[in-house]
């Protein structure tokens, strides 16, 4: 085939003798051969050995110019490792015993309806006493340990609500009490669980100076409030919170109960964890914390995460294949890309088109496929009636 076009010096166009065809493009008729070789017979082997691959192949036995080796004998032959998926069968995910959760509704409305209150809150500066508890106040803080300034330790004009918790315990409650304009040295001790584990279990004092203080006034519950949120009364307004709140507990109970089927399922069935699996979902959970130059912790984190969504994944799929009572019916395709189509402010048919030319649809029929298995362990699983969580 190369003859017909070779052009070499001493010959006329396709004339040139084998042997010196040989060894002007011996090492490209190599690369076409093997290439084609490669193509047909790799399919064949995994076939003939019922391997399901994950990724491409890793060839051992290749240079720059084509893979495997061409042998005296007029053989060719070629090495490569593939990871699979683990074969296994799956166990122990009927009449599975769950633990149900039973959430305070009540509590969690009266939730949504304080963020609504303090949302359109009044607010007024306050200068002639100290801070109370339910104050939002403005500071300036440094924090050393054995006189050290460390990082993340210091800031100007920081803003926290007294009560709230969301510093270190004891900080927001020795602000309690201070002027405007007063400073004061203040100490506590991290919790030794802490996740900057080089703060965990120290004492820092804390150097803190108050220049404001804001009164906050939820608003009260009346149609004015209803109406700055969006509804024409607070009937309408208290039904949109129920509503919201009867979403979220069967969010949330979905979500326990799913949490308690893997961790069942992963303490009776044992499979090997593929590392280029484990490696890909890291990098996806890296690219959506956006960070680089991770802590040992962190990263640590990552992995764990990572090894687990993907055992989470391998064990799903592998009760869906050997349930054939589990399956997805177009219409629930349809609804589910209707839903993320309409979060997404897109229509079906761009979503459609943008989970193919991705290579995303896949995954995304993976999402209704786990979706389908856990639904379908938790129908078929031992109710066990759990205490009201609050939390």
């Given at each position: 085939?190369?003859?017909?076009d ?8 396709g004339?040139a ?14 690369g076409f051969?093997?290439?084609m ?13 019922n391997?399901?691959?994950i ?9 720059n ?6 042998n005296?004998?007029n053989s060719?032959?070629v090495n ?19 633990n ?6 009540n509590l969690l409305?009266?939730?949504k ?9 009044e ?5 002639d006493?100290?801070?109370?508890r ?12 054995d ?7 210091a ?10 918790n969301?510093l ?6 020795q ?10 040295t203040i100490q ?6 802490y996740y ?14 108050l220049?404001?203080i ?12 209803a109406?700055?949120?969006?509804y ?5 307004l ?18 326990e ?6 961790t069942?399922?992963l303490?009776c ?6 590392k280029s699996?484990?490696?890909?979902e890291r ?5 959506r ?10 990263e640590?984190?990552?992995?764990l ?16 294949e ?21 979060q997404?402010?897109?229509s ?16 995304f029929?993976?999402?209704?496929r ?15 009636e ?6």
């Open positions: 085939d190369l003859r017909k070779a052009e070499v010096k001493g010959f006329r166009k004339k003798p084998l042997p010196v065809l040989k060894q002007y493009f011996g090492t490209r008729a190599k051969v093997s290439q070789i490669f193509s047909e017979f790799y399919g064949k082997a995994l076939k003939d050995h391997l399901n691959p990724g491409s192949p890793n060839i051992e036995n290749k240079n110019d084509y893979v495997g080796n061409f005296k004998d060719y032959s490569f490792v593939i990871e699979t998926l683990p074969v296994f069968e799956p166990i122990e995910y009927k009449n599975m015993e769950l149900f959760p039973k959430h305070d509704k409305f009266n939730k309806l304080t963020t609504y209150r303090e949302q359109f809150a607010r007024n500066q306050i200068t006493r100290g801070v109370k339910g104050d939002t106040v403005i500071i300036d803080f440094r924090g050393t340990i006189g050290v300034l460390f990082d993340g330790g800031a100007s004009g920081f803003s926290v609500n007294i009560g709230s969301n270190v315990a004891g900080f927001e409650d602000i309690i009490d201070m002027m405007v304009g007063d400073a004061k506590v001790k991290f919790p030794t669980d900057a584990t080089n703060l965990a279990g120290k004492d820092a004092a804390f150097e803190i100076k220049h404001s804001i009164e906050v006034k939820p608003a009260e519950v009346n149609s004015d409030l109406l700055m949120v969006g024409n009364s607070v009937d309408e208290n039904l949109a919170i129920n509503n919201d709140v009867e979403g979220e507990c069967s969010f949330l109970d979905k979500s109960l799913e949490s308690q089927i893997i069942k399922l303490k069935n044992s499979f090997d964890v593929p699996m484990v490696n890909g990098k996806r959970l890296l690219e914390v956006g960070k680089n130059n991770l802590t040992p912790q962190v640590h984190s990552l992995i995460s990572a090894t687990y969504n993907v055992q989470k994944a391998i064990l799903l799929d592998a009760i869906y050997k349930e054939a009572e589990i399956e997805i019916t177009p219409e629930e395709l349809d609804n589910l890309l209707e839903s993320h189509a309409k997404n402010n897109i079906k048919d761009q979503l459609v088109s943008s989970l193919y030319n991705s290579n995303q649809m896949d995954a029929m993976g999402i209704l786990n979706n389908k298995v856990i639904d379908f362990i938790i129908k078929n699983a031992v109710k066990l759990s205490e009201k969580t609050n939390e």
